[in-house]
């Protein structure tokens, strides 16, 4: 039987109040990600937010 491949998720950008990326949040999330099987991260892919950001 094959194995599937690493697992690549594509992470949300947690956003402030005020539009700025909240890095605290982003962070913790990321770990939650890799803690629980993410082998990789895409950030301001495709989960919408990236037109937000400059």
């Known amino acids: 039987m ?9 992470m949300i ?14 962070r913790r999330l990321a770990s939650w ?3 629980h099987g993410s082998t990789g991260l895409v950030l301001a892919g495709t989960t919408g937010e990236s037109p937000t950001l400059t």
């Open 33 to 35: 990600l890799a803690d």
């Open 13 to 26: 950008t947690p956003m402030r109040e005020d539009g700025g990326v909240d890095f605290v949040e982003a």
């Open 2 to 10: 094959a194995r599937f491949g690493p697992v690549v998720t594509a």
